[in-house]
Nanobody
């Protein structure tokens, strides 16, 4: 089993930056893939960024060039650096782990981008 706890959400003006962090209860090296998803009000949850165990990263077109997913194996954390934030980035952001064919989710952290 994998427990995930997100932190770092908050309120930011357009053009600003936030860094989300996900604390993982197991060694990240053992996990197949880590990802960040988001869900805006009235919309379906969508994949934002995916980090494979081999280190490859993929991003949604809407965040390419602005968001970066990374991991710290020593601290068992996965981060999402979000720059040049836009109002449409407003959502609850969820950390996700794929481990032994099961998907695990954190509780989510709110990100609000507004002037």
């Amino acid at each position: 089993q994998v427990h995930l706890v997100e932190s770092g959400g908050g309120f930011v003006q357009p053009g600003g930056s936030l860094r989300l962090s996900c604390a993982v209860s197991r060694t990240i090296f053992s996990i197949n893939a880590m990802a960040w998803h988001r869900q805006a009000p009235g919309k379906q949850r969508e994949l934002v960024a995916l980090l494979e165990s081999g280190g490859g990263a993929n991003y949604a077109d809407s965040v390419k060039g602005r968001f970066t997913i990374s991991r710290d194996d020593a601290k068992n954390t996965v981060a999402l650096q979000m720059n040049s934030l836009k109002p449409e980035d407003t959502a609850v952001y969820y950390c996700n782990a794929l481990y032994n064919t099961f998907n695990y989710w954190g509780q989510g952290t709110q990100v609000t981008v507004s002037s």
